[in-house]
C-alpha cells in the first residue's frame, strides 16, 4: 500500500492469468480496451456501496480496472476530481453542483437515497430535543459537504438559527463521535455509521433527520475528460453497478459483512445489529430517476443565493444520462 498526498492508494488491477497469457501472445484481450479508473470514495457509509463494488469482484468480471482513493467526505473527493486527481466519485447534490461549477464534472448515475443516514445529533447528557435548541452551542460540522450546506442553509435558519448563533467546529465525519464522548462538542451534524455508533454508545440523541428536508439523491460524478476518451469504459463500469444494485436488494447479508469488515478493520466497535440498522437506511438503486432536474435545480438556486456558486448549472449537460442509457440496453 502506498500513499499520495497522504491518501491511501490501493492498485486493483484486474489482471487473470488467461490475460496476461494472451498480452504475452501480443494479442489484445477484452480488457485492455478500457481505461483504468482511479475511483474516490468516502468512507462514511454513503461511499459504502462504492467500497463493495470494489471487493465484488463485478468491474473485474467487466474487465475493467481500478485504482481506489479513500477519504472522509465526498466534498474532498470532488475537489480532487476538480483537481483531476480522481476521475470517479460519489457524493450528493450540492457537492456535485459545486463541483461542476468549479470543475465541469457530470454525473452518470444517481446511485443511491441517503436522506435517512443523515441527522443532526446532540450530546445525550445536555438534554437538548430541538434543532432551535443548538443556539450558542459547539455544533461539529464537515464543512462545504452537501450535509453541511444543507445544515446551514436548510436546516439550521429554518430552526430560526443563522450564522453566529451557534459555533461552526469544522471537523470531519469520522472525527465526530469521539468529540462528543470528550465533549469538546455539543451537537453534530453526521451520518451513517457515526450517528448508529453514537446512540449505541448511549453518546448522543436524535435532533432531526435529514429526510424530512432532503432524501439526497447520491450522485456518480466523473470528469468530463475521462468521459469523452473512454465511453466504453463508462457503460461497463455502469453495467457493474447495476448488479451491484441487485446485490443489495438480494444478497443484503453479503453485502453486510463484506462492508461490515471494513468498519471493524478500521478499529470501530459496534455490533451487527447496530451496523445492520445503519446499512439498512442506505437506499441503493443505479438509475435516473425522473424528478431530479426540479430538486438539483432548488439546491443550485440555494447555492447561488449564498454565492457557493456563481452561475446556475446546465443539468442538461450536467447529466449523462445517454450512458446509463446504453448500460441498460
Request: hydrophobic letters at 40%; glycine letters at 8%.
Amino acid at each position: 500500500m502506498t500513499t499520495l498526498k497522504g491518501i491511501t492508494r490501493r492498485h486493483a488491477l484486474a489482471a487473470t492469468g488467461a490475460g496476461a497469457l494472451v498480452a504475452g501472445l501480443g494479442l489484445r484481450s477484452a480488457s485492455a480496451a478500457m481505461a483504468t479508473i482511479r475511483q474516490g470514495y468516502q468512507t462514511n457509509m454513503w461511499g459504502m456501496p462504492t467500497y463493495y463494488l470494489l471487493r465484488s469482484g463485478l468491474l473485474q468480471k467487466h474487465g475493467i480496472k481500478f485504482e481506489e482513493f479513500a477519504v472522509p467526505s465526498g466534498n474532498l473527493t470532488m475537489q480532487q476530481m476538480v483537481a483531476r486527481q480522481v476521475d470517479m466519485g460519489t457524493y450528493a447534490g450540492p457537492s456535485f453542483i459545486i463541483g461542476n461549477s468549479k470543475g465541469g464534472l457530470v454525473a452518470i448515475a444517481k446511485i443511491e437515497y441517503v436522506g435517512k443516514t443523515a441527522r443532526v445529533m446532540a450530546r445525550k447528557d445536555l438534554g437538548l430535543k430541538t434543532v432551535a435548541d443548538l443556539r450558542g452551542k459547539k455544533v461539529a460540522n464537515q464543512t462545504g459537504s452537501s450535509t453541511g450546506n444543507i445544515f446551514v442553509d436548510q436546516i439550521a435558519t429554518k430552526a430560526g438559527l443563522h450564522k453566529g448563533d451557534y459555533q461552526e467546529i469544522r471537523m470531519n465525519v469520522n472525527d465526530m463521535v469521539a468529540a462528543m464522548a470528550a465533549k469538546t462538542v455539543d451537537a453534530m451534524v453526521n451520518v451513517e455509521p457515526y450517528n448508529a455508533i453514537a446512540e449505541a454508545e448511549g453518546l448522543a440523541n436524535s435532533l432531526q433527520d435529514f429526510y424530512d428536508f432532503d432524501k439526497l439523491p447520491v450522485f456518480m460524478a466523473a470528469t468530463p475528460e475521462f468521459v469523452d476518451k473512454n465511453p466504453d469504459t463508462v457503460v461497463a463500469y455502469l453495467k457493474a453497478w447495476l448488479e451491484c444494485g441487485k446485490d443489495f436488494k438480494e444478497h443484503p447479508d453479503k453485502v453486510s459483512d463484506v462492508i461490515y469488515s471494513f468498519y471493524t478493520s478500521k478499529g470501530y466497535k459496534m455490533s451487527k445489529q447496530t451496523f445492520a440498522k445503519a446499512l439498512s437506511h442506505v437506499e441503493v438503486g443505479p438509475g435516473w430517476p425522473d424528478d431530479l432536474g426540479p430538486y438539483m435545480q432548488h439546491h443550485a438556486e440555494v447555492l447561488l443565493k449564498n454565492k457557493k456558486i456563481k452561475a446556475m448549472p446546465d443539468f442538461g449537460k450536467a447529466f449523462r444520462k445517454d450512458l446509463m442509457k446504453k448500460a441498460m440496453a
